[in-house]
């Protein structure tokens, strides 16, 4: 499966932006990562293919959430009160499990979210 992420972009702090995710071929668990400047990449959330389970990292608090539409093989990631700290390159991966850790077999390119202060 490819997987292309877009809805990158600039945005002011308590700003929102939504990601998507689009992938080549339906039925496949998707996640985001980020990866902050000097940071390892690290989870954010995910959903199953029928999007019946939705699972998040701790540290969001609310402030994230995923979705899909299925219809459109697209899975996305709105994101509010954006802080200068969620700056990175979000990620999205995709596998028949959905987990929270890095072991996924199709990633796609990044997307670069800047949040100005």
């Known amino acids: 499966v490819q997987l292309q992420a877009s809805g990158g972009g600039l945005v002011q702090t308590g700003g929102s932006l939504r990601l998507a995710c689009t992938a080549s071929?339906?039925?496949?668990?998707i996640a985001w990562f980020r990866q902050r400047p000097g940071k390892e990449r690290e989870f954010l959330a995910g959903v199953t293919w029928s999007g019946e389970s939705k699972y998040y990292a701790d540290s969001l608090k609310g402030r994230f959430a995923i979705s899909r539409d299925n219809a459109k093989n697209t899975v996305y990631l709105q994101m509010n009160s954006l802080q200068p700290e969620d700056t990175a390159v979000y990620y999205c991966a995709a596998d028949r499990i959905v987990t929270k850790t890095l072991s996924y077999d199709y990633w796609g390119n990044g997307t670069l979210v800047t949040v100005s202060s």
């Open positions: 071929e339906p039925d496949w668990g």
